[in-house]
């Protein structure tokens, strides 16, 4: 079965500090994607990453790839309150012309706290 | 350049009614993909476009159903709408080789 697990499910911080989402997978891919959403809005795309060893970063966030562990990590740095969302992680398992079928994880709410 | 559009983005409908939801992609994608977003269940991939052909299916019954113009607007139909409908249904669409996925605003449909 294909699956994604995402934890923690629901993660709350404190402004300034750091922590980090794990995002697990069943079986091999090297095609991983990280999405931030808004209530009640759609998905953001964050990053990414297709190889073993993918390092990607924007601002506070940085996500990697571990292809032979399959595990993917976003991993937030000094946070604040403009973070809070919620993250998915989401894997793509298709081959050649399979692919845009995305398996998502249930989703990092992620609250910041002043 | 323009992104994903859908329409409507808000619909309201009773049992037993059905829906047709609209999703034109960006200028040049011609892949369309479909996703179904509820609270009990997360997203969940619906069905694959490209070039007027259904690529990939989920697992979701054949009341949902799809299709692809050749200007790569695609249509998606649920007939028979149940209160567990209710969801926010989001396509995305992406250009053809690249691995990157485009979401679109989504459409809220509320079921009564």
């Known amino acids: 079965e294909l699956k994604v697990e995402q934890n923690p499910l629901f993660l709350s911080m404190q402004e300034g500090k750091n922590y980090t989402i794990y995002c697990n997978y069943s079986?091999?891919?090297?095609?991983l994607y990280w999405y931030r959403q808004d209530p009640g809005k759609s998905l953001e795309s964050l990053f990414v990453?297709?190889?073993?060893?993918a390092v990607k970063q924007e601002g506070r966030l940085m996500a990697s790839l571990d292809t032979k562990a399959r595990l993917s990590t976003l991993h937030i740095t000094a946070a604040v309150h403009d973070l809070s969302a919620t993250y998915f992680c989401?894997?793509?398992f298709g081959y050649g012309g399979s692919q845009g079928n995305l398996i998502f994880g249930k989703g990092t709410k992620l609250s910041v706290k002043p | 350049k323009a992104g994903v559009t859908q329409t409507p983005r808000y619909l309201i409908k009773t049992r037993g009614q059905q829906v047709t939801l609209s999703c034109s992609p960006i200028?040049?994608?011609?892949?369309v993909s479909w996703y179904q977003q509820t609270p009990g269940q997360g997203l969940q991939f619906l069905f694959e476009?490209?070039?007027?052909?259904?690529?990939n299916k989920g697992n979701f019954p054949g009341r949902f159903s799809g299709r692809q113009f050749s200007n790569s607007r695609s249509e998606m139909n649920v007939s028979t709408l149940e209160l567990g409908d209710s969801a926010l249904y989001l396509c995305?669409?992406?250009?053809?080789?690249?691995?990157?996925?485009?979401f679109g605003p989504g459409t809220r449909l509320t079921v009564t």
């Open positions: 989401a894997v793509d």
């Open positions: 079986t091999t891919s090297d095609r």
């Open positions: 476009y490209f070039s007027e052909t259904q690529r």
């Open positions: 200028s040049g994608h011609r892949s």
């Open positions: 995305a669409s992406r250009l053809d080789g690249d691995y990157e996925q485009y």
């Open positions: 990453l297709l190889s073993n060893g």
